[in-house]
């Protein structure tokens, strides 16, 4: 009988592929860096061809070594998928599920929603990963994730997507600004604004650009930041005006009293909050079920005081 490669030699070499580095490789499979070089090792010996080009510190796959690891890959998502029936057919939302969530959702949902998770499903282990969306993603198309929390619109090719619900876009400001005396502001008025968005890569700036009809390059941006609590402060400090998912305001603005979040008075723009995973995914009512239990904390505008007109 011919030797196989094993499930942790297939994932030697998928850690060695994301990371490009034997030591960040070995990081991520818990293992030492001498470790994880002789399992690949032993896998090219099992294999008769040579996966890794060593002799240079960034870790480089040779052709074969680079066609492998997506076969490598599929087999690690299959053996997952395996222990995921196993578990998916005794009750549902046991074990371990492995999500992703964008920052400017994570921070703000998750809180809301893990005592109910918790108290409906105590048989789940849930663990979490804040990437932005394109890193959820990937992570997710190679069997890292189970399933992404993002916002919508974005592009997801063929994932399965769960709509959880509208997330309204306000404009925050000072509580002395216009805005928040009269109690609503018009997404015409923002191109006078020193706008203060997050930096590219981040899809909430791309949703309020878009959804406020703003286009990049012509906003009248003053900065870009890489968190929504950084735009916030640089708003209570009188630098301008940002863009906040309703979401977040409990978090990020009632806490400060110098600070108002105003509804838009004409087309309310918004994002959609959804979860996704891949087709084949055996836990798809897994999914459902927590999807669910997500939805019923999300804030409503008829929830949320004295935000409208």
Not at 197 to 222: I, K, Q, S, V
């Amino acid at each position: 009988m011919r030797p196989l490669p094993t499930l942790r030699q297939l994932r030697y070499l998928a850690a060695l592929a994301e990371h490009r580095h034997f030591g960040r490789a070995a990081d991520d499979c818990c293992v030492t860096q001498s470790t994880l070089s002789a399992g690949l090792r032993e896998l090219e010996d099992v294999l008769g061809v040579s996966l890794v080009s060593r002799g240079n510190r960034q870790a480089a796959l040779t052709p074969v070594g680079e066609d492998i690891v997506v076969r490598a890959r599929a087999i690690l998502r299959d053996a997952e998928q395996l222990l995921d029936v196993a578990c998916v057919g005794s009750q549902p939302l046991t074990g371990l599920l492995r999500l992703g969530v964008i920052p400017t959702i994570g921070p703000y949902l998750l809180p809301r929603a893990m005592p109910a998770v918790r108290t409906t499903y105590p048989g789940l282990r849930l663990y979490l990963r804040e990437e932005r969306t394109a890193r959820v993603l990937d992570l997710l198309q190679s069997g890292r994730l189970d399933a992404g929390l993002i916002a919508l619109p974005y592009a997801t090719g063929e994932l399965e997507t769960l709509t959880l619900g509208c997330d309204p876009l306000l404009v925050a400001c000072s509580a002395a600004h216009r805005f928040a005396v009269r109690g609503w502001a018009a997404s015409a008025e923002l191109m006078a604004e020193p706008l203060l968005l997050l930096e590219d890569g981040h899809c909430l700036r791309e949703h309020g650009l878009t959804a406020c009809r703003l286009l990049p390059g012509l906003a009248n941006e003053d900065l870009q930041a890489t968190s929504l609590s950084t735009l916030v402060q640089m708003v209570a400090s009188g630098l301008g005006l940002t863009l906040v998912p309703l979401l977040a305001v409990d978090v990020e603005i009632r806490r400060e009293p110098a600070l108002a979040a105003v509804p838009f008075r004409d087309e309310r723009p918004a994002r959609e909050i959804a979860l996704v995973w891949r087709p084949d995914s055996v836990r798809s009512r897994d999914l459902h079920l927590l999807g669910e239990v997500l939805r019923e904390s999300l804030p409503s505008m008829a929830a949320s005081g004295s935000l409208g007109e």
